[in-house]
């Protein structure tokens, strides 16, 4: 496979220059120490971990513009390149541009990545064999993250499960199997953490490495049960995505923990690492990211999570698509602002999916008032038939998960993308690189 191949070989470039450093001196997070495979000790292992949580965030503006764009969310332009327009609206996605290409690439830096820590654990004699469940728990979780949101993309191309080896990488497979795939992978790195692990005072501990700001205020193994049940779901699998919820950090009781609860992608302005990428200032020109007029025309003027959006003093037009705008995302109001990669009301309302599926419509319109009475909406009052409430539920994922990456894989997960618009893709193409390998 071309791009892992031309990934693997930078990699290779970056073992040779750090092969003389001591990174118990200084450890780089965008710049993983890649001699830790022959006999890794634990500062190597967490250099790993942290490098792949920085890679993580890598492109994450090119995959949330891509898939946004596509949903028909939000508008981008950028006065130096037109194609968030011209293709991924008004005409066909090129296979060898940007929105396509980079996202890919750097969602399978994060597996390599991935796949080095595991192979540095397993081949470790400097770790305690009690310490290394925890790396690998990580590491399959993580993995999982990373392959689902290609996935995300590519839809029924399919991708690549096993890019270990990048001069034998395993075939493409198909979107119900990879999803199966990344299921199992959430499951093996679960059975690494399932028993707990208590402290002299009997609190439950976390995994014994260092991971970022982002999953402070839920353990590690909940953050995994959560990206399990949004996983069941896409796989119509209602009962595993209830009890996957149950093990994760998911409350109705929103006193107690926030529907914002959950994990993050976070940044920061110290020298090497990076800013907030969805964030831009209120009018702004020259780069421009609105939010599709119909988002708040559509919503209840009552509705608190209209503060997502800003009133531009100039609205945008775009004279060849005839597309305008006169609301800013303002989601972000900083450069330091942290990125959701699931949260409490992500995992409310896949509570509420799976208990409309189920015909359990008192649970679902209970945990859909959550939301509505968080966002200043009066209680559900409508019928309680399957197809009103799942257009309901759809409608609350469309504002509490705005430009979250969601609203696209929603309406083509129940065949209402038609109702997006005119020439809504179904797919990201395949990267020109990878196609007859």
């Avoid at 969310?73 to 940007?98: C, K, Q, T, V």
């Avoid at 081949?123 to 728990?137: F, G, M, R």
């Avoid at 999803?179 to 402290?199: F, P, Q, R, S, W």
């Avoid at 005072?201 to 909940?222: A, C, M, V």
């Amino acid at each position: 496979m071309k791009l892992i191949n031309k990934i693997g070989t930078q990699l290779l470039l970056i073992m040779v220059i750090l092969s003389g450093c001591q990174i118990e001196d200084q450890i780089d997070p965008n710049s993983p120490d890649l001699t830790a495979i022959e006999n890794a000790n634990s500062a190597q292992l967490n250099n790993l971990v942290i490098g792949s949580l920085s890679q993580m965030r890598m492109e994450l503006e090119t995959y949330m513009d891509g898939v946004n764009v596509i949903g028909r969310e939000i508008i981008r332009h950028s006065g130096s390149d037109p194609r968030y327009i011209s293709d991924l609206i008004m005409g066909n996605l090129d296979n060898n541009a940007f929105y396509t290409t980079r996202p890919y690439a750097a969602r399978y830096r994060t597996v390599k990545n991935l796949n080095l820590l595991i192979e540095a654990v397993n081949n470790s004699t400097k770790v305690s064999e009690e310490s290394k469940p925890d790396y690998l728990a990580f590491a399959k979780t993580i993995m999982a993250h990373e392959l689902l949101m290609v996935l995300n993309q590519q839809q029924s191309n399919g991708i690549r499960l096993d890019v270990n080896n990048p001069d034998n990488v395993g075939p493409v497979v198909g979107k119900e199997e990879a999803l199966n795939a990344i299921a199992n992978m959430l499951n093996e790195g679960y059975e690494y953490m399932k028993e707990d692990v208590l402290d002299d005072k009997g609190n439950i501990l976390d995994l014994q490495i260092s991971l970022s700001d982002g999953f402070s205020g839920i353990l590690f193994k909940e953050f995994n049960r959560a990206l399990a049940a949004r996983v069941a779901i896409y796989r119509k699998e209602y009962n595993q995505a209830l009890n996957y919820l149950n093990d994760s950090f998911f409350t109705l009781e929103t006193s107690q923990g926030g529907l914002a609860d959950g994990a993050y992608f976070v940044f920061s302005s110290g020298s090497g690492d990076i800013t907030n990428p969805l964030y831009l200032e209120q009018n702004n020109t020259g780069e421009w990211r609105l939010a599709n007029p119909d988002w708040v025309t559509e919503a209840d003027p009552n509705d608190l999570r209209l503060d997502k959006v800003s009133e531009r003093k100039e609205a945008f037009f775009h004279k060849e698509s005839k597309l305008s705008s006169s609301y800013d995302i303002w989601l972000y109001q900083d450069q330091l602002a942290p990125i959701p990669i699931i949260k409490n009301e992500e995992l409310i309302l896949i509570y509420a999916e799976a208990k409309i599926h189920l015909e359990e419509y008192t649970d679902a319109i209970n945990a859909l008032n959550i939301v509505r009475t968080n966002a200043g909406l009066e209680a559900y009052n409508g019928e309680e038939t399957n197809e009103t409430l799942i257009d309901e539920m759809l409608t609350q994922r469309r504002y509490s998960l705005f430009m979250e990456g969601h609203r696209w894989l929603d309406m083509m997960r129940y065949n209402k993308l038609s109702e997006l618009g005119d020439n809504v893709h179904t797919a990201f193409p395949t990267p020109l690189v990878e196609i007859g390998i």
